[in-house]
């Protein structure tokens, strides 16, 4: 086994794995990386084999001391890594001494980074899982976000190479975000010139954004009120309530809800949005059904020649 | 009739026709059972509710399409009138006015006596199970005692409390914001994660069960483990 301490809590730090699955029925949500592209960057990186249990760090200040020798690496917002004092890249992975102090400032560009170290943190599951929901009080160490002084053990793995995603394919977090949107549960409850409306509006992310949803603000999207029985909700859906904003549900939604939905947004760029703060500029677009094969089919190619981008280090 | 949306790149929503009733539920318990049989190591998730399935698939399936139409063929709906399966259930509940029990007996012209006696006389059925974990969605409540959900949510609803909203009543598994209207508090434990992995359940029931509730006294709630919140000590 290798181990860590955590010297500094920072804003939010979360043991996040892949997700709960095969629970909702209980009403326990899904939980797992907000931002997954960057959560599974980190594990292929490291070559850990199955998705591990990493920590999401929301906004910084995140301090860990390292009790063995091991590899790392952060992935993720642009928060700036150093150990002991000596700034280190994201995207690489990285060897780490007994008595090492790794540290992370606060995020640039970006709101969550993923700390993942080779074989991943070791800690019993809840329902099949490590991910943290702190509204459930399921996951982590016993429900909650990461506290100082907290003793993380961790796989005990040797890795002989280190790899570093090119800067070419880092993230930009800045961005426009564009968001394909698949029509689906209430979709004939809109109208024509509701839908162009939904396209064709400038949103902004509001105030009210969170591990659960990302509440948008802009034009208002009113139609009339209707009501609906409480029904599941999937990853990356739209509520339309009525006071016509939409709210992306993301990771820690409710299981259930009753507002009227027009579809639901493409899981990477869900994943996307999680990155996103206040004030980002969001537009959706509509991705047809006959369109999902092909999206498929493209994720498939790009997490393969992703890994073959990989730089090895040493 | 049967209707299915999609749901996501990995989902699809199957619709019964909009309305809550037994009949809803034990034709959502078959589809449950035939989905399963016919999609098995592809189901990530299966999450009923009143007149929905919500179908969620791991990724990567055959094509949501294709599984949006062999559902389609496959899916049979009986047309029998059975009753819904489940196990009958009493939740004990002591009544208390520090909460919401005047505002609805003033609501519905009836004394609070009349408004537990109403409560605690119908049995109710398992709907939905969500919200929060542990959360069970009962219906339907006597539609004297259908009260709206208060203007405002409180930002503490006490664990193990005993609420309605429009014609539905619940337990609060565990102390939660929540705009229902609370009658009393309820001593019995509705999510035990320490039972994962034994042979004790996590929840005392399932979607479909059959609940009652009776009134006890405030030694009774004590006796049985109950605990009554601190602004009320």
């Given at each position: 086994m290798s181990a860590f301490v955590v010297l500094k809590a920072g804003v939010v730090a979360s043991l996040q794995d892949q997700g709960r699955f095969g629970s909702a029925h209980l009403g326990l949500t899904q939980g797992g990386p907000a931002d997954y592209a960057s959560y599974r960057i980190a594990d292929l990186l490291l070559q850990n084999p199955t998705p591990s249990c990493q920590i999401e760090v929301a906004v910084g200040g995140f301090s860990l001391l390292a009790l063995t020798d091991t590899v790392f690496c952060v992935t993720g917002g642009a928060m700036p890594l150093t150990v002991n004092g000596q700034p280190k890249s994201l995207w690489h992975t990285h060897r780490i001494k007994k008595d090492d102090v790794l540290e992370l400032g606060f995020a640039k560009s970006g709101l969550r980074c993923y700390l993942a170290v080779a074989g991943g943190f070791k800690l019993p599951k809840d329902f099949g899982s490590n991910s943290t929901v702190l509204r459930e009080k399921v996951g982590g160490i016993a429900g909650e976000a990461l506290q100082q002084g907290q003793f993380l053990p961790a796989a005990s793995v040797y890795r002989p190479l280190l790899w570093a995603l090119p800067e070419?394919?880092?993230?930009?977090?800045?961005a426009p975000l564009e968001l394909g949107l698949l029509p689906g549960y209430q979709q004939h409850w809109f109208d024509e010139s509701q839908w162009q409306q939904l396209y064709s509006n400038d949103y902004q992310v509001s105030a009210l954004y969170d591990r659960m949803g990302y509440r948008l603000q802009g034009e208002p999207l009113l139609y009339p009120p209707r009501a609906l029985l409480s029904e599941g909700i999937c990853y990356g859906a739209v509520q339309l309530p009525p006071d016509g904003l939409p709210i992306v549900l993301l990771n820690?939604?409710?299981?259930?809800g009753g507002y009227p939905k027009p579809g639901v947004v493409l899981a990477r760029h869900a994943a996307a949005l999680a990155q996103s703060q206040q004030g980002h500029q969001i537009r959706f677009y509509p991705v047809a059904p006959e369109q999902l094969e092909a999206e498929q089919r493209q994720q498939s190619r790009y997490w393969a020649e992703l890994a073959m981008e990989f730089r090895s280090l040493v | 009739m049967i209707q299915l949306e999609l749901a996501g790149e990995n989902a699809l929503i199957l619709y019964l026709s909009a309305e809550i009733s037994a009949q809803n539920l034990s034709q959502l318990q078959q589809l449950q059972y035939q989905i399963r049989s016919l999609l098995d190591e592809q189901l990530q998730e299966l999450l009923p509710s009143y007149a929905s399935l919500l179908i969620v698939l791991k990724a990567p399936h055959k094509g949501l399409l294709a599984i949006k139409t062999m559902l389609e063929q496959q899916l049979v709906l009986s047309a029998a009138n059975t009753e819904p399966q489940g196990q009958q259930l009493t939740l004990p509940v002591y009544y208390h006015n520090a909460w919401d029990l005047d505002h609805v007996a003033q609501k519905a012209g009836l004394t609070t006596d009349q408004v537990i006696e109403l409560h605690q006389s119908a049995e109710y059925r398992v709907y939905a199970i969500g919200f929060a974990p542990g959360f069970a969605y009962l219906g339907e409540l006597d539609a004297r005692l259908a009260t709206a959900r208060l203007k405002s949510p409180r930002a503490k609803v006490p664990k193990g409390a005993v609420a309605i909203a429009d014609r539905q009543t619940a337990v609060y598994p565990a102390e939660s914001p929540g705009g229902w209207n609370i009658l009393g508090l309820c001593p019995t434990p509705l999510f035990e994660p320490d039972n994962a992995g034994t042979a004790k359940p996590l929840m005392p029931f399932v979607v479909g069960d059959k609940v009652r509730f009776q009134s006890i006294s405030r030694d009774e709630f004590f006796a049985l483990g109950g605990q009554l919140p601190q602004e009320l000590c």
């Open positions: 070419k394919l880092w993230p930009d977090y800045s820690d939604r409710q299981t259930l | -």
